[in-house]
């Protein structure tokens, strides 16, 4: 880890000299090709870092991880559409730990500003900051990023890739490469002579790259339609390897049981009843907690039960009700950011209504249907990993120093994985693997966390306070004040990866509160950060998860208190502001033909969010019956800018909506005696197919430029059902989950 902060450390450096001088040594350093990982054999072609071809075909290497959310196809659509390859023409595998792979889209995520007023000098400071990337090895899926990372980059490479490919065949046929052209993996003389791409692989191999002009939009054939997914056959078939399906000759099989007092020590433990267990085969020491290796995961797993052990007290308050006073106490403190501070919050004429409203939301776990595994296998000289993992970078530094190696001496295996949502962004789980595989030398063993390990070990969407105070006069919005107090996940997870301090505002903890794209004259906002030392991290859409929930209820607050259609409230706010933000809103009331009035037993609210360059407008409509509240429908309308696949964007703006909606009605992390309560799904639901709404979806493509959209439709889905419910009933709800305060079908 010395080593990954000094890189760090240095990178910032670079990147500074790269924005402010452009002939700084650092810019250069930071704007070269990083080396091709792909080591090709005799006859094969690695035109770079995601294309190699052979006589069997061509393979594209996606560096985004495949976690449900579709990123290999579109990923390989970006790379196909100007390779010139149809999707059935390719294979497509995880590019292995690789700075090559670093995503240049999430440096820029770190930028002041709102995001939706970006300026062209902004965004390119965006992609020029985006580089140093690089040199923290930033191969990461996160952030909503996979495509805006990928957009021009794999179309570039596809460019390049086929260009190489024609000077190949150009020097086959002594015809010059401008008279040649391309089709379905082939390239074509004028006299219609078709050279496969597979037969051209050794003459391309020894070739410099050639840089090609990119398609026009205008022929594209895979971009912007929806694409057959490339992972649909093996997971509808049973086919598709993830983490917790690998399996090697002579494996072992492994769980552990780790200080339910998060962070802290484990005293001692006896193991005999365990030892002497038949198939159980040792006992590893992991200082705060242990490892059984058995020869089945069924049965380590019962032999933690059979060892007794004694834990040190966790390091932060040992209930909820501490905690939360913790959180509230920061307040108090100084603000460690302001990010919005428009007009003059005291400036309020008289006359004016007065609203103010405190909101508090729970700690969160990610409850990933996949639990937490790894497969590890060490020799000695070499550690080999298996995992479902978002950035493997990150696991390879991590490992490397768990078992004393250097980082090439690792190699890192990234398996399909059954949900991320940011949980396996961290690298505890592949790290556990590589110490237990370490006392098993030469021999592969496989590390599975029981369902209760995973949800008691989770690094949470953090617990907060938010205190809101606004005025209204004449029917509009005059001011809003906002104080948002919680964990930053964003310092404990720099901190994690890098091991480093992360100074300045911290943006994550106020996103989509201080960027609302609205027109309100006086507008500001804090964030306040609660010092403890309980596990938190990136949950799906981060802070906005919260800040959907805080600000736009208070917006509904606003419009109620001002006498206002809350929809028509804010359209107001957004057609001010900014057009694409008015738009998303108009779509969702004329999807959901809005009226702003209901029947008897039906209620419907609204909810908006702009969050990873991306705003969403949703509509949902609940209905009381005697089994209980229903969530009957619910309207999504996004603007993504480009819709490179319109089915999966739709996929993923349901998906994020539903995850939305499990966390609005029953997402509760609590603690007491300084453990998490809850231990599985009996104790943390969500919402299941007889209770999850019918979705509409409009997807737009206004904006200028294309954004994220895997986490962006999380955030509004709690506002807008707890507007809805309100709607229904009369009761304002200022507190999470919602099935505490209304009997809600389960």
Request: hydrophobic fraction near 45%; charged fraction near 20%; aromatic fraction near 8%.
């Amino acid at each position: 880890m010395a080593s990954i902060g000094k890189i760090a450390r240095r990178t910032f450096l670079i990147g500074s000299a790269a924005i402010v001088g452009g002939v700084a040594f650092g810019a250069y350093y930071v704007s070269r090709p990083a080396p091709n990982p792909l080591k090709p054999g005799p006859g094969e072609a690695a035109l770079n870092p995601f294309v190699l071809i052979n006589q069997q075909g061509v393979t594209l290497f996606a560096p985004r991880a495949e976690m449900g959310q579709g990123v290999m196809t579109t990923w390989a659509a970006l790379i196909a559409e100007d390779l010139d390859v149809e999707l059935d023409q390719v294979k497509v595998l995880h590019g292995p730990a690789a700075v090559a792979y670093y995503n240049t889209a999430l440096m820029g995520e770190a930028l002041p500003g709102k995001g939706y007023d970006q300026s062209d000098f902004m965004h390119g400071l965006a992609e020029t900051l985006g580089v140093v990337g690089k040199l923290i090895g930033a191969q990461v899926t996160g952030g909503s990023t996979s495509m805006v990372d990928g957009f021009e980059r794999m179309r570039e490479a596809g460019a390049a890739a086929r260009e190489t490919l024609k000077e190949a065949a150009a020097k086959c046929l002594g015809v010059p490469r401008d008279r040649l052209s391309t089709k379905a993996g082939k390239v074509i003389a004028p006299d219609g002579t078709e050279i496969a791409y597979t037969e051209l692989a050794e003459e391309a191999a020894r070739l410099d790259p050639v840089e090609g002009a990119l398609r026009s939009p205008s022929d594209w054939r895979l971009l912007g339609r929806n694409q057959p997914r490339l992972d649909m056959v093996g997971k509808s078939t049973g086919t598709a390897e993830f983490g917790i399906d690998v399996r090697l000759p002579g494996m072992k099989f492994a769980s552990l049981r780790m200080s339910p007092r998060l962070g802290g020590g484990m005293k001692s433990f006896d193991d005999s009843a365990a030892i002497a267990m038949p198939g159980v085969e040792q006992v590893v020491d992991l200082v705060t907690g242990v490892a059984v290796v058995a020869n089945n995961t069924w049965l380590a797993m019962q032999a933690l039960d059979m060892i007794a052990i004694e834990w040190e007290d966790a390091p932060y308050p040992p209930d909820s009700e501490q905690i939360f006073e913790t959180i509230a106490a920061a307040f108090e403190g100084e603000a460690n950011s302001t990010l919005r501070d428009d007009g003059d919050i005291s400036a309020v004429p008289a006359g004016s209504t007065i609203v103010e409203a405190e909101y508090r939301i729970p700690y969160l776990a990610h409850a990933t249907m996949e639990p937490m595994n790894a497969t590890a296998l060490f020799t000695g000289d070499r550690l080999q990993v298996w995992s479902g993992n978002q950035a493997p970078v990150f696991v390879q530094n991590h490992c490397a120093t768990a078992v004393g190696l250097e980082p090439e001496q690792v190699e890192i295996h990234t398996t399909y994985m059954g949900g991320g949502f940011g949980r396996r962004g961290e690298v505890d789980f592949s790290v556990l693997a590589a110490r237990v595989a370490r006392e098993l030398e030469g021999v592969p063993v496989q590390v599975t966390w029981s369902r209760e390990e995973d949800m008691r070990h989770d690094f949470y969407r953090p617990g907060a306070i938010a205190r809101f105070r606004g005025a209204v006069q004449d029917g509009k919005a005059i001011m809003v004040d906002g104080s948002i107090a919680a964990q930053s996940c964003a310092q404990q997870g720099v901190d994690r990866w890098l091991g480093l301090p992360a100074a300045g505002p911290d943006k994550a903890t106020v996103d989509a509160a201080f960027n609302a794209p609205y027109a309100i004259p006086n507008f500001r906002v804090r964030g306040y950060l609660a010092e403890m030392a309980i596990p938190v991290g990136f949950w799906r859409s981060v802070g906005a998860s919260m800040n959907g929930f805080f600000f736009d209820t208070f917006i509904d607050e606003m419009a109620n208190a001002a006498g206002q259609d809350p929809l028509v409230f804010r359209l107001e706010l957004a057609r001010a502001e900014w057009s694409p933000a008015a738009a998303v809103l108009e779509a969702v009331r004329d999807m959901s033909g809005w009226t702003g009035k209901t029947p008897e037993g039906v209620g419907r609210g609204v909810g908006f969010t702009y969050s990873f360059g991306t705003p969403v407008a949703q509509v949902v409509e609940v209905v009381a019956e005697d089994a209980g509240i229903r969530i009957a429908r619910a309207w999504i309308a996004a603007d993504v800018g480009l819709a490179l696949d319109p089915g999966t964007v739709e996929a993923q703006l349901v998906g994020g909506m539903i995850y939305g909606l499990s966390a609005a009605c029953f997402g509760k992390i609590t603690f007491s005696d300084g453990e998490v309560e809850q231990m599985n799904f009996p104790d943390y639901e969500a919402v299941r197919m007889h209770n999850t709404p019918t979705f509409d979806v409009r997807i737009l493509e206004t904006k200028n430029r294309l954004s994220g959209v895997g986490e962006p439709g999380t955030p509004p889905a709690m506002p807008a059902l707890g507007n809805a419910l309100f709607d229904l009933t009369g009761k304002r709800v200022r507190s999470l989950p919602m099935s505490e305060h209304f009997d809600l079908l389960t």
